[in-house]
């Protein structure tokens, strides 16, 4: 049974504090393994998509990372605007979406 | 943004009542899921589709069902709402191929009485 599992559960920061979010996965040929933000009361915001091994993608203070089972969510001195919760999440053969419960970040002054 | 919109955003009713929740997206994507989120459980996959009439189950499908008879639609319907559906409840629209992003709409919040 695929199983995404996102380690820490939270995380507090402060402000400048460099860390990373984990993410491991078990499913047998990924199709892509994605990266959302969530903020209270809405949906899950698109970041990263991450499809091969060695693939590394940036935005801003967001970096992310994949191996052959895992992939991590690096976030470079952070800000108290990048408190939200992160949700990583792969996608099998079907096209099927299958979510971690998330990492929530507080990043304080 | 991407095209998706959930209606309604909001919907309070009674057990055993039928309700309707619609996705529309105008992205022309040939992927449309339907998922719930609740404390403690995450976001879990209720239905998706892979076109039209192509449907199929997710991990917590039991009391629900979906019809997808346009590109741009796709239904997921309670039939007799029950209090344990009480939740937010998302779609998400995807391309699919290797540079697909996938996009969330802003949810619906349910509650069953």
């Known amino acids: 049974e695929d199983q995404v599992t996102q380690s820490p559960e939270a995380l507090r920061l402060q402000e400048g504090e460099s860390s990373s979010l984990n993410c491991s996965y078990t499913?047998?040929?990924?199709?892509?393994l994605f990266w959302y933000r969530q903020d209270p009361g809405k949906g899950p915001e698109f970041l990263f998509t991450?499809?091969?091994a060695g693939e590394e993608k940036e935005k801003e203070r967001l970096k992310a990372t994949l191996t052959k089972k895992e992939s991590f969510l690096h976030i470079t001195a952070p800000k108290p605007e990048d408190s939200a919760t992160y949700l990583c999440?792969?996608?099998?053969?079907?096209?099927?979406?299958?979510f971690g419960k998330g990492t929530s970040l507080l990043v304080t002054p | 943004d991407a095209g998706i919109t959930q209606s309604p955003r909001h919907k309070v009713t009674e057990t055993g009542t039928p309700v309707t929740l619609r996705c529309h997206q105008t992205?022309?994507?040939?992927?449309m899921y339907w998922y719930r989120q609740d404390p403690g459980h995450g976001l879990r996959l209720i239905h998706y589709?892979?076109?039209?009439?192509?449907?199929d189950k997710g991990e917590v499908s039991d009391g629900y069902s979906v019809s997808r008879s346009k590109t741009e639609d796709f239904l997921l319907t309670l039939e007799s709402a029950t209090s344990s559906q009480t939740s937010v409840y998302f779609c998400?629209?995807?391309?699919?191929?290797?540079?697909?992003?996938?996009?969330f709409g802003e949810g619906s919040r349910l509650t069953v009485l």
């Open positions: 999440a792969d996608i099998n053969s079907g096209y099927a979406l299958n």
């Open positions: 499913v047998s040929g990924l199709r892509g």
């Open positions: 991450l499809y091969s």
């Open positions: 992205e022309n994507h040939r992927y």
């Open positions: 589709s892979y076109g039209v009439k192509d449907t």
């Open positions: 998400a629209i995807f391309s699919g191929g290797n540079t697909g992003e996938l996009f």
